[in-house]
């Protein structure tokens, strides 16, 4: 009997997760993928649907807030973006994310970087096909000493959109290197969150035969 695929679970990597996804409906291999934040590929290092269109700033130029396909395009969308701000830190992760996502100029605020997350959402709205799937990676994070509820505003943002909430995993990890500090103020951060979003249904038109 196959292991049920449980809501919070501690995968080695991204790459295990979306394999996961997969099992459960979510991504399939034969339909028309979406990775507009493709970056190293990570995500696709153990399953990989047949038909799969990247698209990473560094690489091609293309920005995921504004995308050259046309509407509803696809059947599902991984969607990876930027999710936690840079702030002012010049620790060793900060070079590695730009690197992964292209940020040549990325905002230092929390409120900045939700700014791009919520503008990319509505693009994936734009070129994910009716009832398709659109998955989006976001996190809870501490910046200038505060709780940035990044998973919140992403939902809610979603929601506004016209995204229904599917499903939702959490990706429990080890946590990020902090700086030295003499007490600890707030609880570290040790996962982040997959949401599964669905698409609304195409809206019929009704017509009134007089």
Known sequence: MTAPILAATAW?????????????????EGWVTLDPTYGRGTWWKLWKPHALVTHDLRDDGVDFRSL?????TFDAVAFDPP?????????TGIPDLHDRYGLTDAP???AGLQEI???GLKEMLRVV???GFVLVKCQDYISSG?????TSRTRNAAVECGFEVFDRLEHVSSPRPQPARSRQVHARRNLSTLFVLRAPKLKRLTLEVS
């Open 146 to 150: 505060k709780l940035w509820e990044g």
């Open 129 to 131: 096909k009716p009832s």
């Open 117 to 119: 997350i919520d503008a």
């Open 83 to 91: 999710y936690v701000s840079v702030g002012g830190r010049t620790t």
């Open 68 to 72: 050259p396909e046309a509407d509803a």
């Open 108 to 110: 230092t605020s929390p």
């Open 12 to 28: 080695a990597s991204n790459a295990e997760m979306i394999r996961d996804v997969a099992a459960l409906g979510y991504l399939r």
